[in-house]
Each structure stands twice: as C-alpha cells, then as structure tokens.
C-alpha cells in the first residue's frame, strides 16, 4: 500500500510525501454517486500502516471538490470537517454504508494515532 499526499509549501515547490509497504505503489479513486443528493463520494479502506482509518470523502458533483470527510466511526476525517452537520439524506446512506454517524449528523473529532506502526516514508521537494 502506498499513501501519497501533496502540500503547496509555496507558489512555486510543493512537499510530496510517499508511504510504501511491501514496495507496491497503486493510486486509484472511484466516485460513486448519492441516490438522494447531487453529492459523490469515495470509500478509502482503513490502513494501520499509516494509520488512517477507514474514511468517506464527499464532494461536488460537477467539480469534485470535496465538501467534508468522514471516518467510520463518524468522527470527522479532517480537522477542518468537525462541527459539520451533515444533510440527513447523506447522513442516512453514510450509515446504510456502515458509517456510525451521531443522531445529530454532527461530526465529531478525535485523535487516532498508533506510534508503534513501522512504515517508510519518502518526502520530495518539487521546486
């Protein structure tokens, strides 16, 4: 499994951080579509390795911004994402997808980390 995540450091270089386990690099993402919202969403299975855990990113359909994150457990994903309400038809399908969302649809937000997890990682500059 690899994770790759791409900071803008400045206008002109970014920070790419590369995560490898067992030397395989794969990246792929699939939108799937709400049946009650014009919203998307992608699954991104859990991973001790980095450690993240099992999430969901919602995003715009037209543009696939993303709108806010959510962990299985219903705690937010992203610092950023806690407090949001989520709307409740999206709150009834995240918990059809086994999403423990609160009854108030409010994401909370916890801290996960396990520093025992051994993994590499690689962090190129890009000027």
Do not use: W
């Not at 206008?11 to 990246?27: G, P, R, T, W």
């Not at 792929?28 to 099992?54: C, D, G, L, W």
């Not at 994402?81 to 909370?108: F, H, S, W, Y």
């Amino acid at each position: 499994m690899a994770n790759i995540i791409l900071e803008d450091t400045s206008k002109d270089s970014y920070a790419v951080q590369i995560s490898f386990q067992n030397d395989l690099l794969l990246e792929y993402e699939q939108y799937k579509k709400f049946s009650k919202t014009n919203r998307m969403y992608t699954h991104h299975p859990e991973n001790i390795n980095i450690p993240v855990k099992a999430h969901y990113h919602i995003v715009g359909a037209k543009n696939k911004k993303e709108i806010y994150a959510v962990n299985g457990d219903g705690t937010s994903h992203h610092r950023a994402n806690k407090g949001i309400i989520v709307p409740p038809k999206e709150a009834d399908e995240l918990r059809k997808l086994g999403v423990q969302l609160g009854t108030n649809n409010i994401l909370e937000n916890i801290n996960f980390f396990d520093n025992s997890m051994d993994y590499e990682i690689l962090f190129l500059i890009i000027n």
